[in-house]
């Protein structure tokens, strides 16, 4: 099995938290590690962590070219490396059968200042892969959240919940819950978009013309619309195996309150198998060495464990 790890946005975290946790998990499995960094970057990190992950065992540096940093702030070249190090990391998982993909994190800003009109890791695999039907999904031990809508203004969000687009989402999810996580009756609890999930109409009416009729085409594996407060309030979340937001922050304040750091970012839905810290490029603390690499870690082991969930499942 290999795990390739791209650098994410040079002048964050990315670098660090890559060779922190490469670094303290090469020799505990069989798993081989390729991270694809700028060769001069690699040299700072190095020597700031005192780690050299070209002396270990089943590690590969993939130097991307050389590019200028500016520790603490997002720039062109910033953007462009960490597009570079994807657009390759990509490639050669595409071309490893037993393989998956961590992503550190990017700066959307900066992927904007390259030239790259995507505003996300997720947005840009998904059309790499050509699919539609991808979802962001957040994991931890006893938590998983998925999104209805990923990167979208507050005001569009009605606009694009449409039956369709629920409907693909919810088939995403549950298919990916039994591939890749190996959950053979999925549960999946869908929050209402409207306070008190429109109170019958009262208060919205997203639920009664998409949300509820599009659940009823799926009654034995969802439930809801669970009004959003009370279903966390409650501790609804522990009877089910995911819970499905309507938009990214309803489902991502909860979500990180509660996994304190440790939380997983995935994208169902790929024909790879790829994953992210939860967190993003922290350019206040780039460079300082204090970086917590814990995300990271737990990242390239949800990429390793759906790898094998998901070859286990295709192999009948």
């Given at each position: 099995?290999?795990?390739?790890?791209?650098?994410?946005?040079?002048?964050?975290?990315?670098?660090?938290?890559?060779?922190?946790?490469?670094?303290?998990?090469?020799?505990?499995?069989?798993?081989?590690?390729?991270?694809?960094?700028?060769?001069?970057?690699?040299?700072?990190?190095?020597?700031?962590?005192?780690?050299?992950?070209?002396?270990?065992?089943?590690?590969?540096?993939?130097?991307?070219?050389?590019?200028?940093?500016?520790?603490?702030?997002?720039?062109?070249?910033?953007?462009?490396?960490?597009?570079?190090?994807?657009?390759?990391?990509?490639?050669?998982?595409?071309?490893?059968?037993?393989?998956?993909?961590?992503?550190?994190?990017?700066?959307?800003?900066?992927?904007?200042?390259?030239?790259?009109?995507?505003?996300?890791?997720?947005?840009?695999?998904?059309?790499?892969?050509?699919?539609?039907?991808?979802?962001?999904?957040?994991?931890?031990?006893?938590?998983?959240?998925?999104?209805?809508?990923?990167?979208?203004?507050?005001?569009?969000?009605?606009?694009?919940?449409?039956?369709?687009?629920?409907?693909?989402?919810?088939?995403?999810?549950?298919?990916?819950?039994?591939?890749?996580?190996?959950?053979?009756?999925?549960?999946?609890?869908?929050?209402?978009?409207?306070?008190?999930?429109?109170?019958?109409?009262?208060?919205?009416?997203?639920?009664?013309?998409?949300?509820i009729p599009v659940l009823?085409?799926?009654?034995?594996?969802?439930?809801?619309?669970?009004?959003?407060?009370?279903?966390?309030?409650?501790?609804?979340?522990?009877?089910?195996?995911?819970?499905?937001a309507m938009y990214h922050?309803?489902?991502?304040?909860?979500?990180?309150?509660?996994?304190?750091?440790?939380?997983?970012?995935?994208?169902?839905?790929?024909?790879?198998?790829?994953?992210?810290?939860?967190?993003?490029?922290?350019?206040?603390?780039?460079?300082?060495?204090?970086?917590?690499?814990?995300?990271?870690?737990?990242?390239?082991?949800?990429?390793?464990?759906?790898?094998?969930?998901?070859?286990?499942f295709y192999a009948g």
């Amino acid at each position: 099995m290999t795990g390739v790890v791209t650098c994410g946005d040079i002048n964050g975290i990315g670098p660090e938290v890559a060779v922190k946790a490469i670094n303290k998990l090469t020799g505990l499995s069989l798993v081989n590690y390729k991270l694809l960094i700028p060769r001069n970057v690699y040299e700072v990190v190095s020597d700031s962590t005192g780690i050299d992950l070209r002396k270990k065992q089943r590690v590969e540096i993939i130097d991307i070219g050389e590019y200028p940093l500016e520790v603490g702030k997002p720039t062109k070249e910033s953007g462009s490396a960490a597009f570079s190090a994807l657009e390759k990391a990509f490639k050669l998982v595409q071309s490893e059968p037993e393989s998956f993909l961590v992503t550190a994190p990017i700066s959307k800003y900066a992927f904007r200042l390259a030239g790259i009109n995507f505003p996300g890791h997720t947005e840009l695999l998904a059309s790499w892969s050509a699919t539609r039907d991808f979802v962001m999904m957040f994991l931890s031990e006893n938590l998983k959240c998925g999104l209805a809508t990923i990167h979208t203004p507050l005001n569009e969000v009605s606009k694009l919940l449409t039956s369709d687009s629920l409907k693909r989402t919810i088939e995403t999810i549950l298919h990916s819950l039994k591939a890749d996580f190996g959950i053979g009756n999925p549960k999946i609890a869908v929050l209402g978009l409207n306070p008190h999930a429109g109170e019958n109409g009262l208060i919205g009416d997203e639920e009664t013309k998409t949300i509820i009729p599009v659940l009823e085409q799926y009654s034995s594996r969802c439930f809801g619309p669970f009004p959003a407060d009370a279903f966390f309030a409650r501790k609804l979340y522990q009877q089910f195996n995911l819970f499905l937001a309507m938009y990214h922050d309803q489902g991502l304040i909860p979500f990180k309150l509660m996994t304190a750091g440790s939380g997983v970012n995935f994208t169902a839905g790929l024909k790879i198998v790829r994953t992210s810290p939860d967190h993003g490029t922290a350019y206040d603390i780039a460079g300082e060495g204090k970086a917590d690499f814990s995300s990271m870690l737990e990242a390239i082991d949800w990429g390793y464990r759906i790898a094998t969930n998901r070859r286990f499942f295709y192999a009948g």
